[in-house]
């Protein structure tokens, strides 16, 4: 019955929305045939086609754009489906939400970027691959954090400052309260490794950026910087 696709439990989640958050494929394709409605929200404001993003299942993205989820649908703290992805380091669901049309620089309510929250979590891959669908490298959040300098604050973040670097992000540019990401290196205890990749970032161009635009949608874009 209609009723039982759409009963929910005490956070609002729906059965569907539960099944992609596990990347069940089979039960979401099950579901959407059966007209479960894909753009219900949990409590948190959470959709299906989030949910997926954040399990990395692509099967299941898929399953969910082909039934007419929002794209660019955002959560209560205006987290879209391509920022869910990049934050986990998903590359292949952020690249299908790309090819989807998803809004590349779409932020939520505090200004992080897909872009900066990659950069946050030192997901190399996709911040390349957000780079080259076009994405803002400079584009700062509320507190004029940029993507760079978000990765210059993670204790774990090398590969991401180098795709940055790499990709001209602006090394002087400041945030609200006046730290560039030169600043926030210095205090590292791991500085001599940012100053060699702040040294060398110039002569190092990434293999994508020299491809053709007509192999964007190739699946010669999965580098594998974040393994």
Do not use: Y
Request: charged share 20%; aromatic share 6%.
């Amino acid at each position: 019955a209609r009723a039982d696709l759409e009963q929910s439990d005490a956070w609002g989640g729906t059965p569907l929305g539960a099944a992609a958050a596990r990347g069940f494929v089979k039960t979401v394709s099950t579901l959407v045939l059966a007209r479960a409605n894909v753009h219900t929200p949990d409590s948190w404001g959470r959709r299906p086609l989030v949910m997926a993003a954040a399990s990395g299942c692509r099967q299941t993205l898929l399953a969910l754009l082909q039934a007419n989820a929002e794209v660019d649908s955002p959560d209560s703290w205006g987290t879209t489906p391509l920022l869910t992805a990049a934050r986990c380091g998903h590359l292949r669901a952020a690249s299908t939400l790309l090819r989807a049309r998803a809004h590349v620089d779409r932020a939520d309510n505090c200004g992080v970027t897909p872009l900066s929250a990659a950069a946050a979590w030192d997901h190399a891959g996709v911040v390349f691959s957000l780079v080259l669908a076009g994405a803002d490298k400079d584009k700062a959040d509320h507190s004029g954090r940029t993507p760079l300098l978000a990765a210059c604050e993670s204790s774990a973040s090398l590969r991401a400052v180098l795709a940055l670097l790499s990709c001209g992000a602006d090394v002087g540019r400041a945030d609200c309260s006046g730290r560039t990401p030169w600043e926030v290196v210095a205090g590292r205890d791991d500085i001599e490794d940012f100053e060699s990749l702040f040294a060398t970032s110039r002569t190092r161009q990434p293999l994508w950026m020299r491809r053709h635009a007509s192999q964007r949608d190739s699946d010669s874009e999965f580098w594998d910087w974040d393994g």
